[in-house]
Structures are given as structure tokens and as C-alpha cells.
């Protein structure tokens, strides 16, 4: 009996403090529910998207665009299930007006939808399935980030710029491994000479190791994020392969904290990037110096994501005087100006509200300090918009 | 034919890593009748231990040595705290509070060293390849681990075999009470017992940073293999052990390296990747099967 | 071994516990509007499918002491046949020859088919063996489905299959939250009170007879193997219809559903609420996914909010505090001795 008066209790109590959290604001504040990963080994993506939005706040004095915030974070743990009842409290008790911060291709068809339905507005910081910026696209939905294929399109035709005529290409057995390399392939239009799909969350890439060194291809382009691809490129080098045919790869597989996991193995590399640390502009010197003072170390692609999100909402706020679900047509119309100075340079929406922006080539090199960076080298494509467009009626 | 030699070696190759990985589960599964998945655990704290050692010294060697009594240590609390309110149950309980231990030290190890993965890499003397089979530079950590697999193997038949604690061992796991009468404090007995085995666990952990992410989670991927290692060897056989690791480390890297190749014959190219790449994901879990079908307790079954 | 208390009518502690809590869960969406928190409702929705799942593991776990640790296996096949079939009804295309469809007669039927289906296959070839084995041998299943889902292309593969909208019950508004809670609820009661009357009965007493003692029932003459894979089917099959209900209420599927962790978390819910009680299940799943939701909350509102992300670290020594300590689980203390009949 007495368990019983204690669970009950426990409810209520988690319950009342909950809602004492929630309601500690002004009446005018808007509030904004992020739902993103930042438990599991993947956690660090969300911890910078939560750490770049946050400062954007921080910078204001927790305003944006002037206007009041208040931001609720919460750990999807990758799991749609806990992504969903995440996403329902946010919209059903805490009211909030915008959802952002999902990392996973695989947390979005949850989130979004529920968003949508609400009324409320979905604003993607990092994942963007192909999906939402074709058939399905929405006129709430908007992908800060880029369209996942862009991502490897860009290195496509950055491998094509490097002068490759041949590639071997490898990604895990699934649709966004699927995708990767249709992307990459869009754009390389050299001869593919091995096609490899590989087990999701793979340890030991021997036998694909071997096919590599068998078909001596000129390049080798993966897209195995996070774990995985730091799994192959340490083995990559160990057969001493790294030398002889190079990898061209993309954003994702060379964040500055993949870098940092390996050294000099990451040396020479190229990759691409929509973003990168070494970007001349006063949005890009401004969002770096604050970052590093308030969290002691260095933005990840993430958090300049989860910063240009944060900037985004600001302008729209600002134009629309803080009325959000009060006046959508006016929230987006003021979103889909995107009225706001990117840290990635020129950036606007296309008609399906994913970005129209330049894609940098990039290569890994040692710094003054003797520490590794991605410096840019150069343009890859500009005003580059994702596939998909066409198939977007809205 | 070349090719085929060289996937063939690295099939053998991930077996061993396997076997190191499985040798302290099974070890303590057939002497102490536990099921522990949190081996995996230990397998993470092997490997932040290393790498964390490793990049104060500078010294791969001393990240390994300090890497071992650290996850002993570990290990032997966790007897000290868990383990042994565990041994008199069912394996269903074991199997829950050691699911409850990864869940701990998951979030204990993210506290500490944070999300992102360590910088851990091949000391400069094993850097490098040499052509075992003329023609194919193998990596010479590859050849290391071949070699300290074995070396665990020849040990572990050593102690269990030839020695008194061996013996001792051997009697514990069938006649608990016995040994404790023969003034043997059995508890002190598992406790170290317990640490041995992590010992293992920790050697694997260390051993695999400088080849593989070390991150959090990196030890449930690689226990889930662990398991289908020992089951199909034969829960609590060494020996059963090193010929189910080898068998999966076979079937693993060959169904990746041929079965797409082999599908395209009878498939169109891109049906063929992708369902290779599935078969190919699922081949070890099949093999499991089709051994537990045949011999419902594994190609070795311990005593008991 | 029966339930005498309920047959005696007489108010046991058991009895009234129950009692409080059906009422407890028929009142809920009612008590979550008067507490002005709704979405309460779609949070116990997850509770009761979630504890659907687990009276079904509940049911060969505590009952025939088959250790199922690929149990996830059913629910996201259940849920998938459900997926698929919408899939399929949406883009006007046939499956094996079959139209797809969004009548939840139809798939709901297919699922809890499907499911036993697989579960016959699984279950079949896994009962050769028992023990540690078993336990591996049905994770070793529900990973190479797992496997097999994430490779699958047209089904969205690791991304998952979204579905437009909830199944087509008669045409009841399903996509109402309140209306989907009470159909959940309706679902649960109906598969507790089958489990129930089959624990009960002669194939029940056949099942715990072989936990006790399988040799002992094999030389009174029963058919042991054959009475532990009907059960094995059964309980697929409840894990399937679970699915079918998870896969309406995220109106999602994706291979999440069938991962080894999903299992655990299955199994959990039983030993927490109490394993061979049937009931407990029920009560873990309220405790489990309270605790999911809110611990992070908990954190938050104390000002830890840096140890919020890091729950699990206070929840992996629950867990094992638990299974150390209170092996009645939580319906054991609630409902005390005669809580436990498996």
C-alpha cells in the first residue's frame, strides 16, 4: 500500500515541478520545444545544435529579435517512440509555437508530422529527409541545414573538380547510406568501379578494406558517420592505403571532434562543407569568438547550425512583432525571406523551404599551432539546391 | 585466389579479436554460471583507459598495462557490489541487473570523458604493413592481435588445465560447497575469479582503440557478437570459445566480401548489393541458428 | 494455483488493488483533463500498449519460464504488417500479390497473424534448446529481423515508414486521442482476461508445470514441446497486436521497434511490475515509462539540469535494486504474498 501513495506521489511531484518550470514566464514569451539527441554515442550533434541556438539566446539576454524566449530542451535518446512523447508535451502542455533541434532522419517523420498537425512550425537544424523537401513538403516545415543528398552531392562534384575520373564508394545498408551515394553519384559522373553496402554500426571493415586495395580505384568516397567511419578510416590507414588512393568525403565524416579522434590520419583529407571555421564573414567571426568564450571550445558544423536556426527564428520574430501561431501566414512569409546573416555566407530559401547556398571544398592540414583544420580551399558549387524541389507542390 | 587468401586471413583475424573479446565472458559463465552483459562495459573501460593513459604518456604500452588492473579493479567491485548477490539466481535476474550496469556505466563514462570519441591510435613500431602472403601488405597490428589471441588462448588453456588454481576452478564451478570446505574462501576465490575475467575484457577494450571509435556504446555492438561467439561454441568452453570466434569471423568477412559479388550472378546489379549487404548482416545470426538447430547447446558443450 | 479470491468473492488486498487500478486507468483521460495536462492521455496510451507487450512476455517469461530476450521481434513485425499495409493502401500498389489497406479489421488481423506466424518459426527452432542458449537464440532472431528491416529499401529501411493517419476502425475517429486511449484500454483488458483464463486453465497448469519440472510433465505424458510453442505463438502474437496499436499511435514503424534494447526494456517492465503475475506487467509499464518521461523532468526542476541527459545513471542502479531487492516486483508490494501465481 504504502508503494502506491509513493508512486503517486512521485507523479505529482515530477508533475508539479514540470508545470511550475513551464509557467515561470511571461505571458508573451514565445516558447520554442527543441527535441534532439544528446544521449547515446551520437549525443555530442545535439549538445552543439542545443549549445549554438543557446548562445544566439544568450546573446540577446534571452531574446530573439527582441523578442522574449523561452527555449525547452529535451533527449529524444534516438528513439522515435521517446521523440514523440517529447513532441506532444511540448505542444499540448508547454504550447509552445516552434519545434526544432532533431538530429535524425529517423526522429523527423515522428516530430514533424505531430508539429505540423498542431499548426505550429517545424524548423529542421540538422536533418533534412528527402521526403519532407519533396512530396511531402509542408509550408511549416523549414530545413535550416541542407537536404541530406546536398551533402553528398557537393562532394560529388567536388571529387569531379579534384580531377577523379573513377571512385569507389562505400555506405551503410540503409536509406540514408542509400541516398548518400545516389547523391555523390548525381554529380561525380565518373566510373563507379565498386559499390559497397556495409552493416549499420560495422567494427572491422577488413574484407571492404580488401576490395578497395583489389579494385585500386583513384578515390574512395564513404559516407559512414560518426563511430563507423572513424572505425574505417583508422583501419584505412593501418593497411596503408591512405597514401595511395585518397578519400574524398563529405561534411559529416570530418567534424572537427572526428578530426580530433584521429589525428593525423585525418591529415590531407578532402572533404566539403557548407560551413567551415575559416569563413571570412563578420556573422561567421562573431558566432566563433562567442562560442569559444561561453563554452571553452570549438563549434562543431553542428552548433553553426543549430546557431543559423536560432538567428533565423530571430529575424522572423522580429518582423512579425512575436506573433507566431497568431499570425502564421506573417511568421512565414518572414521566415522565407530568411532575413538574417548566415555564418555560411549568401543563404535563401527555395520554394520547398530548404536552403539555396555554396558548398566549400575543404582539405585537413596542420595549423600554425600544430593542431588539425579544415581549410577552405575554394567553391565547389554555388547557390546549389537539392533535387527534390520539383516534386514539392505547396 | 589472392583475394580470396586475404579475406580468408581476415576472417581469422576478426575471429581472434573475437575470441579475445568472448574468452573472459565465457570463462566466467562456465566457472561461475553469470551471465554478464556488462562484459561490454568492461570491454569500454579497457579502452578509455587505454586511451586515456595513452595520451598522458605518450606510451601505447603503458596505456595497455594500466588499462588491465584498472578494468580488474573495476570488474572485482562490481563482483563485490552485484555480482554476488547474482550467483544463486536465475540467469533471467543476471541478465536484467547487468543490463542495468550498462545502462550505469554508459552514463558514467559520458560524465567523465564526454560523448565525443577519444583520440586513440598505433604506436609508430606496429604502424605499418607487412606481406605475410606475398603480394598483400597486412597491417602489422592486425598480425599483434593475431598473435596476442593466441597468447590468451595458450594461457587460458595453461591455467585452466596444468595448474592448481585451475583445479580449483574446475571444482568451484561444480561443487561450490566443496571447495569451501576444503578452506578455500570461495568468495575471495570469485571475486579474483571475476577480475581475471575482466582482466580479458579490458585487454580486448585496450587492444581494439587504436583500430575502432572509442566512444560511448562502443561495447554492446561488439558483446551482442561476444555472445554468439560462446553460444556457438558452447557457453563456458574456452575451447568452444576460440572455434565459435573463428567461425564467425569467417562468416562475417566472407559473407561481406562475396555474397554481393555472388548474388550479382543471379540479380540485377542493385538488388544484389542490397540484399547481399542484408544477408551478409544477417549471416552470423544464421549461423547460430543453424548450430543451436543441430546441437542445441553449441559445437562444445561444457560440463553440467 | 487458481485464482481462489476472485472465485470466494471475497475483497483480498489483490482484489482491491486491482479494482483501484482499473479504475485508476478507465478514469485516466478524465483525471488528465481535470489536471489540465491532455496529452497525459497519449502518454498512457504508449503505457497500456507498451504494457500489452509485456503481459505477453509475462505470459511464457513468468508462466513457462521461457526467457524471451527477442521479444521486440513480434511487436515491430506487428507493427511493420500494419506500416506496410498503409504503405501500400497510400501509393494504390499490392504487397505479395495483396492490396494494401488501412482497415484496422483487416491489418490488425494480418498483424497478430503475421506475428504468430514468425513467432511459430522463431519459436519452434528456439525451443530445441532452453536456458542461456534460449535467451541468445531469440536475441539471434530479433537481430537478423532487425537486420532484415534495416535493409529494406521500399519500407524506408533505417529511416522508418511513416503512415498517413491511423487505421479505419468502423469508421470510429481513431486519430482522437481519447477514442484511441479507450480502444488501447479495451484491447488490454480483453488480453489480460484471455491470458488470465488461460494460466487458468488445464494448458496453463501444463505450461508452469514444465517451468517447475519439464521432465516430470514429459513422463506424465504431455506434449511439452507442443505446449510451450502454443504458448510462444500466443505470446507473439499478443506482442504483435501491441504492435499493430504502437505502429496507430506514432502512425511510424521503423526498425527502433524491433531492437535488442526494445527487448530489454520489455523484459524490464515485467520484472519491475512482477514476473508470473500478469497484472504487474501492467504496473511496470506505468512505472517504466513515468519514470522515462519524468526523471529527466525530475532534474530539471531540482537544478541538476546538467545531469538531465544522463538519467540512465540513476536508472541502471534502480533497475538492479530492484531485481536484487524487490523480486516480487511492484505488484508484489502492492498486492503482497498472493500477488505472484507463475
Redesign the interface.
Known sequence: MKMRTWMAGLAVAALTAGVAFGSAQAADTVKIGMVTTLSTGAGYLGQDVRDGFMLAVTEEGGKLGGIPVEVLVEDDGRKPGTGKQITERFLKRDKVEIVTGVIFSNISPVVAPLTLKAGAFYISPNSGPSNFAGKQCDKNYFAVAWQNDTLHEAAGQNAKNLGYTEAFILAPNYQAGKDALTGFKRYFKGKIVGEVYTKLGQTDYAAEIAKIRDANPQMVFHFLPGGMGINFLKQYVQAGLKDKIPLVLAAPSMDYKIMNAVGDMALGIHNSSHWNHDLDNPANKAFLAGFEKAYGRVPTVYASQGYDTAKLIASALAATGGKVMADPDAFRAALEKADFASVRGPFKFGANHHPIHRWYSRVVEKGADGKLVNKTTGVIMEDHQDAYVGECKM | ML?FL??LL??L??GV?LFLVAAGLTLI?GIMGL?NLAHGSLYMIGAFAAATVTNWTGSFLVGLLAALPITAAVGMAIEFV?MR??YD?????Q???T??????????I??IW?????????PDIL???VEIIPGI?Y?I??VVIIGVGVLVALVLYGVIARTRVGMLIRAGSTHREMVGALGVNIRVLYTLLFGFGAIFAGLAGAM?G?????????GE??L?LA??VI?IGG?GSVRGALVGALLVGVVD??G??FL?TLLKTMLPPAEA??????L???AI??L??VV??WK???LFPAHG | MADHSHRMGAITRKTAVLAFGFVLLAALPGIAHLMDEPFLVSTFSRVLIYAMAAVSLDLILGYGGMVSFGHAAFFGVGAYVVGILAHHAAEGTTVLGLAGTNLAVVSWAAAVLVSAGVAAVIGALSLRTDGVHFIMITLAFAQMLFFLFVSLEPYGGDDGLMMMGRNDLFGIDLSDDMTFYYLCFIALMAFLLLTRRLVDSRFGMVIRGCKQNERRMRALGFPVYRYKLTAFVIAGAGAGLAGALSANHTEFVSPDFLHWTMSGDIMIIVILGGIGTLYGPVVGAVVFLMLEEFLPLAFDSVGLEGLKEHWRFLFGPILILVVLFARRGLFGLLAGREARDG
Open positions: 583475394l586475404e579475406q581476415n576472417g583475424q576478426l579479436f559463465f551471465i552485484v548477490r547474482l539466481r536465475d540467469h533471467l535476474d541478465v536484467l541487473a543490463f542495468g550496469l550498462i545502462l550505469f556505466f554508459n552514463e558514467l559520458a560524465m564526454g560523448r565525443p570519441p577519444l583520440f586513440m591510435t598505433v604502424n605499418g604493413t601488405p597491417p597490428y592486425r581494439a587504436p583500430l575502432m571509435s572509442v566512444q560511448v556504446g562502443m555492438g561488439i551482442i555472445f554468439v553460444v557457453i568477412t566472407m561481406r566480401a554481393p548489393d542490397g540484399i547481399g549487404a542484408g551478409s548482416s544477417m545470426y544464421l547460430m541458428a543451436l538447430v542445441p547447446r553449441g
